[in-house]
């Protein structure tokens, strides 16, 4: 009577299975319906001309962020330049060869749209005056045509002349390398625009320097050429994705179903979650970057995962009953289990949709969007196929039999011989927690790429020969007045730039600052020459700065322009770096920003910004996202195990049990050095609400068989023997899948399908080994048993197969 009972009460869900077999074919159209629209919607944008993929700075924040209103404050008072350089490797950077084809390169760069200003040693300028108080602003290098030095005097005088610019040395040269030089481009950053016109412009300087005699080597690195990197990058890793995972698929239905019709119901439920959710992508507009890139896979891996127990359970049961009553069965016995463990996926992925990051709040809407419909697809579309599919086809002896079978039959006796030695191993484990001290956020955009990345190795490039591949900025803005009205800025800005000067040549991977107060200097040594005095100049009034500026302006000094506004009421200092960690950044923004204070500037707003500086400050950001999502999915998940196993203590075991292979991975995290960035940011949230969808499958399974009357080890062992293959085949899936994710051009993409794959295996070993060892072992020392009695299998199931039919005739009736 008690496993009858218990099965009457399932009346409502084959109720529910009843209406979804009888309405197979308007379900099938429906889906036919749904996928043509979202086919629909993505060719027109394919077929639209926007940008398909973005990764440009301004995507990752929200409008309203204080960190991006600040970047673009900043751009309105000094003009919307991207700072980019290229590095040249000759045989000679003193070759007039070379310079006069680095000339016409530079005037060509220059005469691009988008380009501001083209800076070399072929066409940088210095002051000098010719007495009278007179201050010119000419070219260092005058370019006439001739490819040999008049003489050694004239190649003297333009090194000389080089060397007493503190503005071009160890900008665009190395006193101590002949052999490299530096182009400063200073490009338009069209904020409203995605990334489309940066492609143009980075393909237009590459064909530039296309076939140039004396140019060795040419290395172009800055914000556009890494963006056009990272989007060329997204487009290939959703061809590799898409194709890739479409084969494993196939490979997968027919090597363990070795069933063309099952393989047609496993990838009919991967189109029809992953489209749809990739038509509402387009349909936002909204381009692919890092996170929208990983959508389709995920979506795949769950979306199989969950079917392929219905496929498992359906095929089980055609052997002692019809293709209705089985699925009926099926779907009685997957449904309470798949539903709890789908609405955990669900919250994983909705926990992400608050973030501050857009990407991650658009990968957390779309992804909850495709695994509701994952979910609801299961029951509809997956049971009407494999109704559709079966029909009159007769059932085979070897319908059941799967790779691994034999394995899953011996591991109940295997692990009741080992049960010792499978929990000493894995209380072992928890020595490599330890590793959970040194997990850290951090990013660095140019690190993201692959090692084979032409970005890449033009960062790395640069950075092996002492070259600035960045640039961070600080702003002055002063309260009231300019730089001139007031008596001692000048003085105290002078210190600034010292101290900063300082700073950034006690530090690996800094190189120089630029500031008006380096500009001002040159043209005061060329009009006090020779009679020329630091310590008088750092006193001057502001009556003889505001004359040094106008001398400046007059010479024709447009260098000035870039650090002291028209009003001169805001100051820019530039710092060049490499392209640094987010955390090396945040150092050096509180050195910087302790500096300022030590200086006593308190009469400007202060403001340390760039397009580095802002992609490192979605540390915090990340930071919260990672410990929002960790806490909304495990929240849940507390009052979800002691709910759903009708015990406290049970569902606080449960919680805890899955823990551990999250916090084995942060601790691999930790031990390797990788960091929580953009990508691995999702793994914490994701992970946790995927591992814990088989266990909640054995769980329910084995609460099941013990309401239908087995005693506890019994229904252990019988749990592992119906679910256990279920269980390791959608671990395989979700392992094959996220392992895709290694042939991304993306290393944190790289890293995030490596740690997911290992979550995953991490905790298929705790489901099918230590969770079986852990229930018969309480059993052991607290007996769960009343009255020890053996339950015989047969009799339980032919009652639960007569009950079956009884019930499927009531609800048909």
């Known amino acids: 009577m008690q496993q009858k009972g218990l099965l009457m009460k399932d009346v409502k869900s ?32 394919i077929l639209s001309g926007e940008p398909f993929a973005d990764n440009s700075v301004r995507i990752w924040f929200n409008e309203a962020d204080p960190d991006l209103q600040k970047f673009d404050a900043f751009h309105e008072k000094f003009g919307n330049q991207d700072w980019g350089s290229i590095l ?46 007179d201050l010119w602003f000419t070219s260092i290098f005058e370019a006439n045509g001739e490819s040999q030095w008049a003489s050694d005097q004239e190649l003297s005088q333009f090194k000389s002349r080089l060397d007493d610019n503190n503005f071009v040395r160890d900008l665009l040269y190395r006193a101590q390398d002949s052999q490299h030089t530096f182009i400063l481009i200073q490009s338009e950053n069209q904020k409203g625009q995605p990334g489309g016109y940066r492609q143009d412009y980075v393909e237009a300087v590459y064909k530039i320097f296309d076939n140039r005699a004396t140019f060795d080597e040419v290395k172009f690195q800055g914000v556009a050429p890494l963006i056009v990197s990272l989007n060329k990058a997204s487009l290939r890793d959703v061809f590799i994705f898409y194709s890739t995972t479409a084969v494993l698929l196939m490979i997968f239905g027919f090597l363990v179903f070795r069933s063309v019709r099952d393989t047609i119901v496993l990838v009919a439920m991967a189109l029809g979650v992953m489209v749809p959710a990739m038509a509402g992508v387009s349909a936002a507009g909204l381009p692919y970057n890092m ?9 795949v891996a769950v979306s199989t995962a969950n079917v392929v127990h219905l496929i498992k359970e359906f095929h089980y049961n055609r052997l002692t009953m019809s293709n209705e009553e089985s699925l009926h069965k099926a779907i009685s016995m997957l449904w309470v289990a798949g539903f709890w463990a789908g609405t955990t996926t669900l919250i994983g992925f909705a926990s992400f949709i608050i973030s501050d990051v857009r990407p991650v709040s658009q990968f957390g809407t779309f992804g909850s969007i495709g ?90 490039y640069t950075k092996e020969h002492d070259f600035a591949g960045a640039a961070a900025h600080l702003s002055l803005s002063y309260h009231s007045g300019n730089l001139s009205s007031v008596e001692g800025r000048f003085s105290k800005l002078i210190t600034l730039e010292q101290a ?103 009469d400007a707003d202060v403001t340390f910004t760039g397009a580095p500086v802002l992609l490192s400050n979605m540390d915090s950001q990340i930071s919260d ?101 279920s269980v390791t085949l959608t671990s395989v899936v979700l392992i094959s899948l996220f392992s895709v994710m290694g042939l ?47 339950v015989e299998e047969d009799a339980i199931s032919a009652q639960t197969a007569q009950v079956t039919g009884q019930v499927t005739s009531d609800s048909r009736s």
């Open 291 to 299: 996170m929208t890139q990983i959508l389709p896979v995920l979506l």
């Open 88 to 133: 040249i490797r000759t045989k000679d950077i003193y070759d007039k060869k070379f310079l006069n084809e680095l000339a016409e390169v530079s005037e060509e760069v220059e005469a691009l749209s988008i380009v501001y200003r083209a800076t070399s040693l072929a066409n940088v300028r210095g002051n000098r005056s010719e007495g009278e108080g």
């Open 625 to 725: 996202t990672q410990r929002f999502s960790l806490l909304t999915v495990t929240g849940f998940l507390l009052v979800l195990f002691p709910f759903l196993f009708r015990s406290l203590s049970f569902g606080l075991f449960s919680l805890v049990f899955n823990l551990f292979p999250l916090a084995l991975i942060y601790s691999l995290m930790g031990w390797t050095n990788i960091t929580i960035n953009l990508a691995t940011v999702v793994i914490g949230g994701v992970s946790l609400s995927l591992v814990v969808d088989d266990t909640i499958h054995v769980l329910v399974r084995f609460a099941q068989y013990r309401k239908l009357g087995y005693e506890w080890n019994r229904a252990v062992d019988k749990t592992i023997a119906t679910i256990g293959h």
């Open 744 to 790: 991304s051009d993306f290393v944190p993409v790289q890293s995030f399908g490596l740690f997911m794959s290992l979550t995953v295996f991490v905790a298929w070993l705790m489901d099918l080994f230590l969770l079986p060892v852990l229930l018969k072992m309480f059993n052991q020392y607290f007996p769960q048993d009343d009255v020890q009695t053996e």
């Open 14 to 45: 084959y109720r529910l299975t009843e209406y979804i077999t009888s309405s197979k074919a308007i379900i099938l159209v429906v889906y036919a319906l749904l996928m043509a629209v979202s086919f629909t919607i993505i060719g027109q944008r």
């Open 500 to 602: 900063l000067q300082k700073l950034v040549k006690t530090k690996d991977g800094f190189y120089l600052t630029l500031g008006p107060g380096k500009i001002l200097w040159e043209a005061e040594r060329a009009l006090a020459a020779p009679n020329e005095d630091w310590k008088t100049f750092h006193q001057y009034t502001g009556g003889q700065v505001g004359d040094l500026v106008f001398s400046s302006e007059l010479s024709g000094n447009d260098q000035l322009i870039d650090f002291l506004s028209e009003d001169k009421q805001h100051v820019r200092i530039a710092l060049l770096t490499d392209f640094m960690d987010s955390n090396e950044m945040h150092e050096f923004r509180r050195e910087v920003e302790g500096i300022v204070k030590a200086v006593g500037i308190n």
């Open 371 to 460: 695994i509701a419909l994952g979910f609801i697809l299961s029951l509809s579309v997956a049971p009407a196929l494999l109704l559709y599919l079966y029909k009159n086809v007769p059932v085979s002896e070897t319908e059941n039999i799967k790779p691994g079978d034999g394995f899953i039959e011996a591991l109940p006796g295997l692990l009741d011989r080992s049960k010792y030695i499978v929990v000493g191993v894995f209380a072992l484990c928890l020595i490599s927690l330890i590793g959970l001290k040194d997990v850290r956020v951090g990013s660095n955009f140019s690190k993201f790429l692959g090692d084979s990345s032409s970005a890449r190795a033009s960062f790395d």
